[in-house]
């Protein structure tokens, strides 16, 4: 039924777009607060939708990988890797505790490699790692497969599932974006509902 598919679609589009315009004010919100700063902020700074930045010192190794994918008829093709996650020690703690960093940019996964090289080399004969890298990105929970792997990490190291706050600092993910998605928000639910209001109107006036 047509009045039927045109309302869903348009109910669609309502729900999409109060979504994104919830969690571009909550972005705007979190903006209008300062920055976290990684070098200072312990466990309990970390909370889910802040911004942060900072130079990272010390970078442990990539533990997961995000991948996507096409599929035709059920088979998967075309696999890529659109973000890598590496064990991030708190900066601040003087016991480790790890939470996840996301990085898909592939210069920054780059100096990644290199700093997990350069922490592998202290911990067999001491040389002190020299690179560093710069974030700047938002917080988001970490849970399901990601938390388990970083706990099985952890454990592998030596260290127990506790020792694991579940965050992941999203690099490049800075809220630059914010204002275009608000646009695109208002935008969505401005059609999504005028849509529907529309077609129920024809529809009761049509009595159809």
Do not use: C
Not at 21 to 32: F, N, P, T, V, Y
Not at 149 to 162: D, K, R, T
Not at 179 to 207: D, E, H, P, Y
């Amino acid at each position: 039924m047509k009045f039927v598919r045109l309302l869903i679609v348009f109910a669609v589009l309502a729900i999409m777009g109060i979504a994104l315009l919830i969690g571009s004010i909550k972005d705007k919100a979190e903006l209008a607060k300062p920055r976290g700063d990684l070098e200072t902020m312990t466990e309990d700074d970390f909370y889910n939708g802040r911004f942060v930045e900072g130079t990272i010192y010390e970078l442990w190794d990539n533990f997961a990988d995000m991948e996507e994918y096409d599929s035709t008829f059920g088979i998967k093709h075309n696999t890529r890797v659109t973000a890598q996650y590496y064990a991030l020690p708190i900066p601040a703690l003087d016991e480790y505790k790890f939470v996840a960093l996301a990085l898909s940019d592939s210069s920054q996964q780059s100096i990644a490699e290199r700093m997990v090289k350069e922490i592998d080399a202290f911990f067999e004969d001491g040389t002190v790692p020299e690179t560093t890298i710069q974030i700047k990105g938002k917080v988001t929970k970490l849970s399901g497969d990601g938390l388990e792997y970083l706990q099985e990490y952890a454990v592998g190291m030596g260290l127990e599932p506790s020792d694991v706050v579940a965050f992941t600092i999203n690099d490049g993910n800075d809220g630059s974006g914010s204002g275009g998605m608000l646009v695109i928000a208002i935008v969505l639910t401005v059609i999504g509902l005028g849509g529907a209001a529309f077609v129920i109107i024809r529809k009761v006036i049509s009595g159809k």
